[in-house]
């Protein structure tokens, strides 16, 4: 089984900065892509950021720079440093990782708990 652990949210001012931290446990052989998701109240999640096990980023167009994902792979770990904060990137913020439990099974998904990040203007 594996567990993931979100960390980092909370309430920040307008043009603030906050750094969120997915940590995964449990029985782990590999992690392909590792991203951060989003879903502001009555609105769809979103994706935000995704890095692969190669270090290929993919960054939502909406974020203009200011959001920078990455992953320690010794433990197992996914970050998401937010910079520039806006009222708008209020929401509640999933990781989700793509892993397998040995070399022969299949990539299954997993998402966090969700902590919430709340901008004020």
């Known amino acids: 089984q594996v567990q993931l652990v979100e960390s980092g949210g909370g309430l920040v001012q307008a043009g603030g900065f906050l750094r969120l931290s997915c940590a995964a446990s449990?029985?782990?052989?590999?992690?392909?892509?590792m991203a951060w998701y989003r879903q502001a109240p009555g609105k769809q999640r979103e994706l935000v950021a995704s890095?692969?096990?190669?270090?290929?980023?993919n960054y939502a167009d909406s974020l203009q720079g200011r959001f920078t994902i990455s992953r320690d792979n010794a433990k197992n770990t996914v970050y998401l440093q937010m910079n520039s904060l806006k009222p708008e990137d209020t929401a509640v913020y999933y990781c989700?990782?793509?892993?397998?439990?040995?070399?022969?099974?299949?990539?299954?998904?997993?998402w966090g708990q969700g902590t919430q990040v709340t901008v004020s203007s």
């Open positions: 989700k990782l793509s892993q397998r439990r040995s070399a022969y099974s299949l990539y299954n998904n997993n």
């Open positions: 890095i692969t096990s190669g270090g290929s980023i």
């Open positions: 449990g029985s782990i052989f590999s992690i392909n892509t």
